[in-house]
């Protein structure tokens, strides 16, 4: 059976749209007739996703759903299915439970499949932009091994707690942006509004002014005459710069230029490391063999730098060095991480330690990012103070002298 979304008009006359399965497009219209509803539009749900990998170069085209959306999915699903329900029975009650459209037609669409006698991980594959390589992989594993249940409720666990992180991370970046943002609008706003105003009283004046309230009142002009063409060239700039980093040797150089700079280099490090330490736990822990882990593993990391540094160390593990050393070498993993790999290929717990030292890397970002929030603040209060005073003493310099201006 097919997933078909359609359109209808019902008794009153209203437009309703669903997704029903049917072997049809006939079926469909029959089953909405039986329900009272004169159908408008029938059509395969999620018909650009449903070829197979050649779509890729529509991606635009196939769903996407959020990390929450993704979560909340596959929680439904492990629940379901260590509930001893049949996989497509668990898949259907998943898409019923589901209030999005969307979801719900690429729930069918991967029942169908199952139906037919795929696996899930090769149905789910046929949606690369909601379920990426690792969560196949993982699945793919689960099936294999027959324990599919744990295996879903682990990745619902590894995609809650990104969920959680990503959330986490955003809510720490917000004050920061409006406190900037309210800093840049209210000196625009009195440069452009306020400053022209208090300065005219000056214009008629046949004495020299300070230099400071020569260079505010050129700076007022300039905000007032070209402030909407400054606004647009920084748009374009903007533009231009994500179009050139489109291009991966461009984007690999800035990535590299980003691990150079100081402070910042090993912030993204942290993230990027933790993630990827979370990841190759995960899929160890699901049965995955080690070198296909590191290798799904090397993709969830954002930095071209480390995710070539990633294959390396895949590379190296495949000639037969031990993890560890292989993270050594490279000298771009954490010294913490590699110590800890180091026990746990000891140990015979890798997949523990991982999941510690993602824990760790974590706990090391969040207070990092506390600290930078801490001191970012009262700065932004001394620029801002800084800001006010200059324009308040670029006024009051004049005005000071202004006994000996009217003479």
Request: glycine letters at 8%.
């Amino acid at each position: 059976m097919t997933a078909y979304r359609y359109r209808a008009l019902n008794s009153e006359g209203k437009l309703v749209r669903g997704v029903l399965e049917g072997d049809s497009e006939r079926q469909i219209r029959t089953q909405l007739r039986g329900q009272s509803l004169r159908p408008v539009e029938v059509g395969v749900a999620n018909k650009q996703a449903a070829g197979s990998q050649s779509t890729l170069r529509f991606s635009f085209l196939q769903p996407r759903i959020s990390v929450g959306d993704l979560a909340l999915l596959t929680r439904q699903l492990a629940t379901l299915v260590l509930s001893n329900l049949p996989l497509d029975e668990a898949l259907q009650a998943a898409a019923q439970q589901s209030r999005s459209g969307r979801i719900k037609g690429m729930l069918l669409q991967v029942r169908s499949r199952v139906s037919e006698g795929h696996t899930l991980a090769y149905a789910m594959g046929e949606f690369p932009l909601v379920f990426n390589e690792m969560y196949r992989a993982m699945v793919n594993a689960g099936e294999h091994a027959g324990y599919l249940g744990p295996v879903l409720e682990q990745l619902a666990e590894y995609t809650e707690q990104r969920q959680y992180t990503g959330q986490k991370l955003k809510m720490a970046m917000i004050y920061p942006f409006i406190l900037v943002g309210v800093a840049l609008a209210v000196v625009v706003a009195l440069m452009v509004f306020v400053v022209p105003e208090l300065v005219g009283i000056f214009a008629h004046s046949k004495r020299e002014l300070p230099l400071l309230t020569r260079a505010l009142i050129a700076g007022s002009d300039f905000f007032r005459d070209y402030g909407i063409w400054l606004l647009l060239g920084l748009i374009l700039l903007v533009f231009v710069i994500r179009q050139l980093l489109r291009n991966p040797r461009r984007k690999k150089r800035w990535h590299g230029l980003l691990l150079r700079t100081p402070g910042l280099s090993r912030l993204l490090t942290a993230l990027d490391t933790a993630r990827f330490a979370s990841t190759l736990s995960i899929l160890m822990a699901s049965g995955v063999p080690l070198l296909d882990s590191l290798r799904i593993a090397g993709q969830v990391l954002t930095n071209l730098v480390l995710r070539e540094d990633s294959e390396v160390v895949a590379e190296h593990v495949q000639e037969g060095s031990s993890l560890h050393r292989a993270l050594e070498q490279s000298g771009r993993f954490p010294p913490m991480m590699v110590h800890m790999v180091a026990s746990g290929e000891a140990s015979g717990e890798l997949e523990t330690m991982l999941e510690r030292s993602a824990t760790n890397q974590e706990r090391e970002l969040e207070m990092t990012l506390g600290t930078m929030m801490s001191l970012f603040e009262p700065l932004m209060v001394v620029f801002m103070g800084g800001m006010v005073l200059t324009i308040v003493l670029a006024i009051l310099l004049p005005i000071f002298d202004l006994n000996t201006m009217v003479k």
